[in-house]
């Protein structure tokens, strides 16, 4: 952590601690999250097994009773398009099927079920024999493996089949020639926690290690190696010899129960050859302490794939090493004077005489020569991965921890990783690239797993604050007044206990009038009351829990920000609001002395057309003195009164003038149907907080066109500068719209970067107002340029992948939205007009732009890929 989260007041001191959400804590940091695609061994985890060109058999329709081989042409989670053969680049017939619910068997089912195979109606005339074709196309074929198509294991991840209770071969970290029989005691997202066999309970041996590691192998690899299969020194004491051979003759008796499947391993690293030899010095880093660069030395040759290496240690009454087993892939071994080349400082060994180490004298004094760079694979700087990107990582002290990790360097494919929230501080550490400790952000919530939340709570430059979420924050009056009272305010003003700022308790008084925007039952849900404590810190909990509890917090905080014609002489306070996966933000001002606090209560209640005694340092017993029982959601005007269109309290400059000018026809516009995106993970303040059924706060305004006022009218987080370009564009395209014929029912646009190009083909999108009318009632053109030659697949394109495309677009402001919704190359090629604008809250100009990229994008794929 830097100096400036660690002054900040622990979120534990006091307070009920906030669950931790990865969104907010991006935001409030300002850091960004490591790209997905940087971590291939969890895309290598998330595959289905299934791959393009595999072969299977499958029921030909409609007649069920007929099977024929199919190819896998693409994948796309449990659905397959499959090719039956004998249609060769025809890609009419190719047809998508369900893995979960299809009639898929591997080649060689219906032999052995006396199944028929026979040749699809519409390719019969250009097979003239059957038998021998099949003989030719099934030549080195690969099947689509058996165990994802029958049985339990049918459209299962892989990865899912390695269940508690499997059993694996590990290789010792001494001997590599070596290896014993392991229980999977747990498995996190194919990180597995693993046990020896014959330990039963004993846990004080269990290990970590990610599925894909090159020294975790099936069952019965020792034996096919010619490798010896015993147990690990550290635990060979706690059996007599007899006793290990037993547990060998029951393992393997129960080898069928057990076992995973063989080509669960198939996308492991190869280990090539190495040219390592007894007594080369080189650079190392201890795996097992991966804090500093050391000298090490290699002191014994297994073969040709496996290399033993010790950390140097000068000590004479040294009687242990920190040996382990090496091949020619591993990480965190380099050529000697590599730190020296990348400005990075290496550790002497302990009992090296003087201080400034010198690689030249070193290899003298012990006769041993470098290895050469030869030895060692080429690194790689193309990963993605930058300074102060944020990602998970183990923690290598205590391997039960994952916890938020910020690459504090980079050099070549290395990483220096600090970790955030672990039990004990520990130094940065030095990862590889291509470590399989290291784990996208959202990976532990993803897998349910425990994330080691930071020590510090929300930064806030200016002063320390209490980390509320919305529903989650019923606490006493005590617990929340001792959390208040710890913390300090950064301004001139002191808390002076039961003085001219303290302010006194602030009572939630929910039986009260609720007003058009906030919702009843969460006011329900908020703590009796808040403080008392400094003034402040007091009201400004009081107005976070009250724009938590609203139907659309964006449009509370807006009703509630800063009226600049207003003195108060209050203190101006910046409050955050989540809506539709957007944060807003919006000054507030809130008073500072204790004289002024019930005015400020009532004054807020009014802007928010509520009882004025909803919350404020009165609490309402039985009945209210404002009679407000009485007075319902949708009758709420008779509290008002006439003033209703003259709303109380309500600024009379910015954006009650904004809404004048951007009010919308009186059209109410039917919601539509939310397609199969991926939408960003959002917290529960995020959430669309409007219940289904419940009355939506707009006082009889259309809810839709007041979506659009509360964006505008407050200042979005982190994109604002783009949403202010996109809200010019999209005004340009209203107006052009509004200014054609009425009758028109067909919009050209095209793209001032595309304008001169000669060539362009028409794509149409048809999308329709009214879901019951059919698409065509509504047509709108899209140009599209003829020709997008592609690099790569789009439907293999990683999130990043699809982010690089739209910077080089003239939509590059779009990427970030794509980048927080995760969409990847599949779910782009899904996207349509109305998707993009109902999921991203894009008007119809920067919509259509988008699509017109998005249309080149699948046209190139038609063209270059779907063969």
């Known amino acids: 952590m830097n100096g400036e989260q660690q002054h900040e007041t622990d979120a534990g001191s006091g307070v ?150 499997s059993r694996l071969e590990c290789q010792h970290s001494q001997n590599s020639l070596g290896a014993w029989i392991v229980n999977v005691v747990e498995n996190v997202g194919g990180r597995l926690k693993l046990r020896y066999e014959g330990l039963g309970d004993l846990d004080q041996f269990d290990w970590w290690i990610f599925y894909l590691d090159p020294f975790l192998h099936q069952v019965g690899w020792a034996s096919q190696q010619g490798y010896d299969l015993q147990p690990p020194l550290d635990i060979r004491h706690l059996k007599t010899e007899a006793e290990w051979q037993e547990i060998i003759t029951k393992v393997k008796e129960e080898e069928e129960e057990s076992s995973v499947p063989t080509d669960l391993f198939k996308d492991k690293p190869v280990i090539g050859i190495h040219s390592f030899s007894v007594s080369m010095k080189l650079e190392a880093v201890d795996p097992v302490a991966p804090f500093v660069i050391s000298p090490a030395t290699v002191i014994k040759v297994f073969n040709e794939k496996y290399f033993l290496v010790e950390i140097d240690d000068l000590r004479l009454e040294q009687t242990t090493s920190q040996s382990y087993v090496c091949h020619v892939n591993s990480a965190g071994i380099f050529p000697v004077q590599w730190s020296l080349k990348n400005g990075l400082h290496l550790n002497p060994p302990p009992g090296y005489p003087g201080h400034d180490f010198d690689w030249a004298d070193y290899l003298k004094q012990c006769g041993a020569e470098a290895a050469p760079q030869s030895c060692f694979p080429l690194l790689t700087s ?286 109410r516009r039917k919601r539509r149907k939310h397609f199969f995106v991926h939408k960003k993970k959002r917290s529960s303040t995020s959430l669309d907080n409007t219940p289904a059924g419940s009355p939506q706060g707009s006082g009889g305004e259309d809810d839709d066109d007041q979506d659009d006022m509360d964006e505008e009218s407050l200042t979005e987080d982190s994109t604002s500068e783009q949403q202010d370009e996109l809200l010019e564009e999209s005004e340009v395209s209203e107006k052009k719209s509004r200014s054609s014929s009425p009758t028109q029912s067909e919009l050209s646009h095209t793209t001032t970067r595309d304008r001169d190009k000669p060539k362009r083909k028409l794509h149409t999108f048809s999308f329709s107002d009214d879901e019951n009318k059919p698409p065509s009632t509504k047509e709108l053109k899209i140009e599209v340029a003829e020709k997008l030659q592609l690099d790569s697949n789009p439907l293999e394109w990683s999130v990043s992948d699809v982010v690089r495309f739209l910077k080089s677009t003239d939509c590059a402001p779009l990427a970030r939205i794509f980048l927080d919704q995760e969409i990847d190359g599949q779910a782009l090629l899904l996207l349509t007009l109305p998707t993009v604008q109902e999921c991203m809250d894009l008007k119809l100009g920067p919509a259509i732009k988008l699509c017109h990229h998005i249309e080149r994008v699948k046209l190139a794929f038609y063209q270059q890929f779907a063969n």
């Open 382 to 667: 193309d990963h993605g991965f930058k300074e102060k990107m944020k990602l998970e990582a183990v923690n290598p002290t205590d391997p039960e921890e994952v916890c938020i990790g910020t690459v504090t360097k980079v050099k070549g494919s290395y990483l220096w990783l600090q970790l955030e929230g672990s039990k004990k501080p520990v130094p940065d550490c030095i990862v590889s690239v291509e470590s399989m400790n290291i784990f996208p952000v959202g990976w532990c919530e993803t897998n349910g797993y425990q994330l080691r939340p930071p020590r510090r709570a929300t930064v806030n430059k200016q002063r320390k604050i209490a980390v509320v979420q919305p529903e989650k924050q019923i606490l006493s009056s005590r617990t929340l007044h001792e959390g208040l009272k710890n913390q300090e305010l950064n301004s001139s003003d002191s808390v002076v206990t039961n003085g001219k700022y303290c302010c006194p308790k602030i009572y939630f008084n929910h039986r009260c009038f609720s007003g058009p925007y906030l919702n009843k039952g969460r006011i329900a849900e908020l703590p009796q009351s808040v403080g008392p404590g400094n003034c402040v810190l007091v009201l400004k909990e009081v107005l976070t829990l009250l724009i938590n509890a609203a139907y659309k917090p964006s449009r509370v905080l807006r009703e509630i920000q800063l009226d600049e014609e207003a003195s108060w002489h209050g203190y101006g306070e910046t409050l955050k609001a989540k809506y539709k996966g957007k944060s807003y933000r919006a000054t507030v001002e809130v008073v500072r002395t204790a004289d002024r606090v019930a005015d400020f209560c009532r004054k807020t209640c009014i802007k928010l057309e509520c009882c004025p005694n909803l919350f404020g340092p009165q609490m309402v017993l039985d009945k209210c003195s404002e009679n407000c029982s009485v007075l319902t959601k949708t009758k709420y005007t008779h509290y008002y009164g006439k003033r209703r269109k003259k709303r109380i309290g309500r600024p009379p400059g910015g954006h009650s003038n904004l809404e004048a000018s951007l009010k919308k026809p009186n059209k």
């Open 16 to 165: 009920e601690e906030a669950e931790f959400n990865w969104d907010e804590y991006l935001e409030d940091t300002g850091a960004t999250a490591a790209p997905h695609g940087s971590f291939k061994h969890v895309d290598t985890s998330l595959q289905n097994g299934f791959a393009p060109g595999m072969k299977l058999e499958v029921a030909v329709k409609p007649d069920h009773d007929t099977y024929w081989v199919a190819t896998i042409i693409t994948t796309c989670g449990q659905l397959l398009l499959l090719r039956y053969d004998g249609y060769r680049e025809d890609r009419k017939a190719d047809f998508w099927c369900d893995i979960m619910t299809a009639d898929l068997h591997p080649i060689g089912w219906c032999v052995q079920n006396k199944k028929v195979l026979k040749v699809p109606e519409g390719i019969r005339d250009k097979i003239s024999d059957q038998e021998e074709f099949l003989q030719q196309t099934l030549m080195g074929a690969c099947s689509a493996p058996a165990n994802l198509l029958e049985g339990l294991h049918r459209g299962k991840n892989p990865l899912d089949l390695i269940a508690p209770g």
